[in-house]
């Protein structure tokens, strides 16, 4: 036997509820004519409390009947024989499909990556009577809301992941926490591996720096060399508004940026300004400014939140404090120091006819995380491939094989959140019908016993 619905038995306590009324409860007292009294002084009856229970039987089936109410709610299933073999043969998969750039390579036999993994998870799918497929860029992050979506199967449970498993993408501690009665199937995508050569440009001074990286299967060489032409048409995009006594530590936060890889930024009428707490006209863009309304915004906003340089550098930094309060209507708080002081909040504006995203730091210019956060930026709005993902290492063949596990054979229930709707499957319809069957008996209980205790002689 199973419960479905474990905290309903909280509903116990109302068991208490009859015997404290059947203790507690006033009863009238009937008048019964004396001969030899007729002449006495009427007198007001009063109401007896009865000091000790009566009527066992009433009570009794005014009790079971709260209990058997209970014991429905709690949605008790019986696991037989036949149900625990049906169960072994029904599957829920969750199936998680990586599509990081790493995985648009030519595979083996010529084709895409991506194409042989789609291939593959659709496969997974049909062999599984309940299924659902997440595409993701970053397969680690997709574990805990797969695992959710199982829990609140009826079924067996199975993960399976169909990817490259780059170093990186997918380890043992990403699945350390999923339970063990959840079955793991990693079936990796045959991407062929090669050297990777890569080249980025960004501004140095008044010069441009253009940075040449190799990759192969055993070292990663980088040269640099710096040119007198600059390009300056991609890093439109990021405008950063300072104060006007701030353009050398603007000048050496833009050289740190570079020293963390430059990106390449597509075409685009779409603007960034980062506004410092020095900027003059803060406060007034702040009034001007509206809610993140374009697709775009909260795609910047979400890569942000993933940037690991970025979130290193925010947990210690201290907040400046000016007149910019998160209370305002358009400003949305992104991130957080580790005192809960707002460090980065957004809203929206449009300047020249395009929209615009505003991003107001609460940090100096002067910090370590001014670099950190302008290197975020360019990188969430950049069209270059992330440089993790010309890594040719890949997850051995033997570890794939040892993190995976089979289903458990019987199924039992992985609902965490009791208010998950439960399967569908349940024995509490019968418990239901009892329910029925004892109000019956206690209706017919109470018209038909006598009750000795409410004649009084007055």
Do not use: C
């Not at 203790?23 to 004519?33: A, D, F, K, P, T």
């Not at 797969?146 to 067996?156: F, G």
């Amino acid at each position: 036997m199973i419960w479905q619905n474990p905290l309903a038995w909280f509903g116990s306590l109302f068991l208490a509820v009859p015997i404290l009324l059947h203790m507690l409860g006033r009863h009238r007292s009937r008048v019964q004519e004396f001969p030899s009294l007729r002449f006495l002084t009427t007198t007001r009856l009063l109401p007896a409390r009865r000091t000790r229970i009566s009527d066992w039987l009433v009570l009794a089936s005014r009790t079971l009947t709260l209990l058997l109410a209970v014991l429905a709610l709690a949605q008790p299933l019986l696991l037989t024989h036949d149900r625990e073999r049906a169960a072994s043969r029904t599957l829920a998969r969750a199936i998680i499909l990586d599509t990081s750039a790493s995985m648009l390579r030519g595979s083996t036999n010529g084709e895409r990556g991506i194409v042989l993994a789609r291939r593959e998870a659709r496969a997974l799918a049909q062999g599984a009577q309940t299924s659902v497929v997440i595409e993701t860029a970053s397969p680690a992050l997709a574990v805990r809301g797969a695992i959710a979506w199982l829990n609140t199967q009826p079924s067996r449970a199975e993960l399976a992941v169909v990817s490259d498993f780059q170093i990186g993408t997918l380890d043992k501690a990403d699945l350390a926490d999923i339970p063990t009665s959840v079955g793991i199937r990693l079936r990796p995508t045959p991407v062929a591996v090669g050297d990777s050569v890569f080249t980025s440009t960004a501004p140095f001074g008044a010069d441009a720096l253009i940075t040449r990286t190799t990759i192969t299967s055993d070292q990663t060489s980088v040269d640099w060399r710096r040119t007198a032409t600059v390009d300056s048409g991609p890093r439109a995009h990021v405008e950063i508004l300072v104060g006007t006594k701030d353009s050398v530590a603007l000048d050496v936060v833009r050289r740190a940026t570079v020293t963390l890889g430059g990106a390449t930024m597509p075409a685009s009428r779409d603007v960034i300004a980062l506004v410092y707490p020095a900027h003059a006209a803060r406060r007034a863009l702040l009034l001007g400014a509206h809610p993140l309304h374009a697709p775009w915004m909260t795609h910047v906003i979400a890569q942000l939140l993933t940037d690991s340089l970025l979130l290193a550098t925010v947990t210690d930094v201290a907040v400046a404090t000016d007149s910019i309060t998160t209370a305002h209507a358009a400003v949305t708080v992104v991130m957080r120091n580790a005192a809960g002081g707002a460090v980065l909040l957004a809203a929206g504006d449009s300047i020249d006819g395009h929209n615009r995203l505003l991003l107001f730091t609460q940090f100096e210019l002067a910090s370590l995380t001014s670099p950190a956060l302008l290197h975020a930026i360019e990188h969430a709005v950049s069209n270059a491939t992330p440089l993790r993902e010309y890594d040719p290492a890949r997850v051995t063949a033997d570890s794939l094989r040892k993190w995976e596990r089979a289903p458990a054979n019987i199924t039992r229930p992985r609902v965490t959140n009791a208010w998950v709707a439960p399967p569908t499957e349940s024995d509490g319809r019968w418990v239901w019908l009892a329910v029925l069957m004892m109000l019956g008996v206690e209706s017919w209980l109470r018209r038909s016993r006598p009750n000795a205790s409410r004649d009084v002689i007055a």
